[in-house]
């Protein structure tokens, strides 16, 4: 096999909560991920060379080692002792720092993309543990679906898949840095928790007013004040119908709950057409190995 062609699934929370700080100044946290239909692409081949070259749709993207998939793939080469040389080209359509693991999926992808690639076998488990190293949300990228993420975000339990529900997410037209948000919580004194028991129960029943109805993030107190817009946007799209509406992660991107395609679209278009945003999507919750097969070997 000298290629690969690898989707990179796009993640947000439907609960976020933070629980404790650590002396390096990580917070622990208890949140349910959900991945999510919209996908980074990746073609990765081998070259001759040795190292990792790195291109993408978007000029700015950086392509060097500050690019979280550049930096996956060099620890790959540096945990399994290969000496190898891999180009890759990343076709982005997840916003870019918006809160839904852009940068993360593609080091997932890249890890699982290179363990095919180099026929290295190593465990899903293992993958994690190494993704770990590049950032918190990465092993969530990996394990894809529906789990509850508690520690640093690396403590994954898989739960049961949450009912496919059409999504809307609007990008405002700015990002959030996630340190930022991090450095600027005083988690004590938080007023309003998530009950994760309770979402829990209603992703196991699949009642998805209920789930729409339990949704909160507690990073919300931090970006929203940053950028009150953020507010605006979840009061518009429950205007427009959603069932429920949440900012994902530390921001900057909300996604709303709809109850079929239709409402999604009708909802996508009025944001399209009155509100001047440009990153609109209309997307879906993605259940892990139903179906789909996020991998193609040449
Ligand atoms: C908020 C969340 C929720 O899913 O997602 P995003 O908004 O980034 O998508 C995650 O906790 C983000 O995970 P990720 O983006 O992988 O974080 P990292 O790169 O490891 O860390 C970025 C910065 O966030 C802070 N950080 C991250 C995770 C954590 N549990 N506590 C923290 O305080 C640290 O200051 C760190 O320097
Ligand atoms: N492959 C990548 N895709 C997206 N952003 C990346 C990537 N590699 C590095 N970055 C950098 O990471 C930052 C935010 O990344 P992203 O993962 O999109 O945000 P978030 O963690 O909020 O989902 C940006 O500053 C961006 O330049």
């Not at 000298?2 to 929370?13: D, F, Q, T, V």
């Not at 729409?212 to 119908?241: Q, S, Y």
Request: aromatic share 8%.
């Amino acid at each position: 096999m000298n290629s690969i062609i690898l989707k990179g699934r796009a993640k947000i929370n439907l609960t976020l909560d933070v629980v404790g700080k650590r002396e390096n100044g990580y917070h622990d946290l208890q949140m349910i991920m959900q991945s999510i239909s919209l996908y980074d692409t990746l073609y990765i081949r081998k070259i001759k060379a040795q190292g990792v070259r790195l291109s993408s749709n978007y000029a700015w993207l950086p392509t060097n080692e500050k690019n979280i998939a550049y930096r996956a793939a060099e620890l790959f080469f540096e945990e399994t002792g290969i000496q190898g040389g891999v180009a890759i080209e990343i076709t982005k359509r997840i916003p870019v720092g918006a809160g839904l693991a852009g940068g993360s999926t593609d080091a997932a992808a890249t890890l699982i993309g290179l363990n095919k690639l180099f026929g290295t076998k190593l465990t899903k488990a293992s993958l994690m543990e190494i993704g770990l190293k590049l950032g918190a949300d990465v092993p969530f990228c990996i394990l894809k679906g529906t789990a509850l993420a508690e520690g640093i975000g690396e403590e994954l339990t898989p739960l049961s898949p949450m009912p496919y529900v059409p999504l809307v997410i609007v990008k405002p037209p700015f990002s959030v840095s996630t340190a930022a948000v991090y450095k600027n919580l005083d988690y004590k004194s938080l007023e309003k928790h998530p009950n994760t028991p309770q979402m829990i129960k209603h992703i196991e029943n699949g009642n998805i007013q209920a789930i729409a109805n339990e949704m909160v993030n507690v990073l919300e107190t931090v970006t929203i004040p940053m950028h009150p817009v953020i507010e605006e946007i979840k009061a518009k799209l429950m205007k427009e119908g959603a069932l429920g509406a949440m900012m994902s992660g530390s921001g900057s991107a909300v996604f709303g709950i709809f109850e079929t395609k239709e409402a999604a679209v009708r909802a996508a278009n009025y944001f399209k057409m009155n509100c001047n945003y440009r990153e609109v999507y209309i997307t879906s919750t993605y259940a892990n190995g139903l179906n789909r097969k996020d991998t193609e070997e040449k």
